[in-house]
């Protein structure tokens, strides 16, 4: 059984700095096509913001480029995603997860694996 574990996140100032993990058990991570998404509210559709590929290929979201850096720590099957110069448009809820399919798109929500979310406010 696949899991993945999320922690970090919390409340920060405008242009501080988080950083987010994502511990996965059941599989190496190495198999997988590694996503950070984030939902600002539950009516709007969760925006991809971060993918790194099995090649090791990043892409990031435009809103995110230059400020965020998604990595992964093969040894400990933990993804981890740097977050610096926060805004409060950066402000929803940041999930992993973890996709087995060949292509490994930014703008796809049909993922196999989530971790269960975890908050990120930033005040002005």
């Known amino acids: 059984q696949v899991k993945l574990v999320q922690s970090g996140g919390g409340s920060v100032q405008a242009g501080g700095s988080l950083r987010l993990s994502c511990a996965v058990s059941g599989n190496s991570i190495s198999n997988y096509c590694m996503v950070w998404s984030r939902q600002a509210a539950p009516e709007k559709g969760r925006e991809g913001v971060a993918t790194i590929a099995r090649d090791g290929n990043i892409v990031y979201a435009d809103s995110v480029k230059g400020r965020f850096t998604s990595s992964i720590d093969n040894n400990k099957n933990t993804l981890y995603l740097q977050m610096n110069s926060l805004n409060p448009e950066d402000t929803a809820t940041y999930y992993c997860?973890?996709?087995?399919?060949?292509?490994?798109?930014?703008?796809?929500?049909?993922?196999?694996?989530w971790g269960q979310g975890t908050q990120v406010t930033v005040s002005s």
């Open positions: 997860a973890a996709d087995l399919r060949s292509r490994c798109l930014l703008r796809s929500n049909e993922r196999d694996y």
